[in-house]
């Protein structure tokens, strides 16, 4: 075989090549090498392959540049990035971080808009927020699929089904487009629209465990918003029980999230970056048992009205 053709054999989606990640003492990398191959090893350790031929695990790193001698049969390459340095210690003596002042929606008012219950589907309508788009590709998976692209499928499956049970849908994005993120929520403004829900597909941090890290969650920052966070995480917790678990409603003041007029949750339907949870996300029917679980638990919070849920 040409060395061409062999490079081929191990591909390394993060970190990519050269690329520079915060001070770390572990990083996960993950990869894909053609299925069937029983095992690659990453830093002299045998590391598993999943069925689609996906594999993660995490190395041992120092500051500056790092070169990872990654193997399949009888093929290796070193794979070259660079970790930050480790930040200084605060002096004891300094002044504590400022609180974090987060930008304000300057188009929204204070009003919170009344729940829509007793309305028709025809008369409710709903954005959906593909996260991501263009140069902004959001997190990758082994096989270097983007974010931006699962959460435009994910996003494309809720608009049916939800348009389907006959509500008006609309899109901040169709297409692999470069959005400012707090312009996002202007279009459910825009539109009075009656609840916002932000797609996205998670990651873990530079050292966390990408072969073990996978979960599904709701964001939510304010009481309008928590209460449709709490009924899809509810559906989307039952739907996937079997294959991951639920870390259920959580808070985040997102861009996407902080809308004081207007429901808002941002949804992290899976793990991009789980060899499991990347061969979920790129599966059609996978992806409308999470289209519905969403619709449903959208339901759910139609039904019950202003109040706390059930
Ligand atoms: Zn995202």
Known sequence: MSALSLAAAVAIAFPSANQRLPFVERAYMIGSVPRGTASVVVQGREVEVYRTGAWATLVDVAEGTNTIMVAAGDFSTNHVFVVGARPKPRPPSAAPAPEKKWEKLEYCGDVPKPHPSGKTPQEIAVVIDPGHGGGDTGAVSPHGLFEKNANLLQAEALRAELAARGYRVLMT???????????????????NADAFISIHHNAPAANGDAAKARWNAVYSWNPLGERLAAAIAGRLSDAFAGEMPSKGSLHANFAVTRNPEIPSCLVEVDFITSPAGEEAIFNHAHRLEAAIAIADGFEDWLRSGRGPLP
């Open 173 to 191: 994005r169709e297409d692999d487009v470069a959005l400012v993120l707090g312009e996002r929520p202007r279009l459910a403004h825009a539109e």
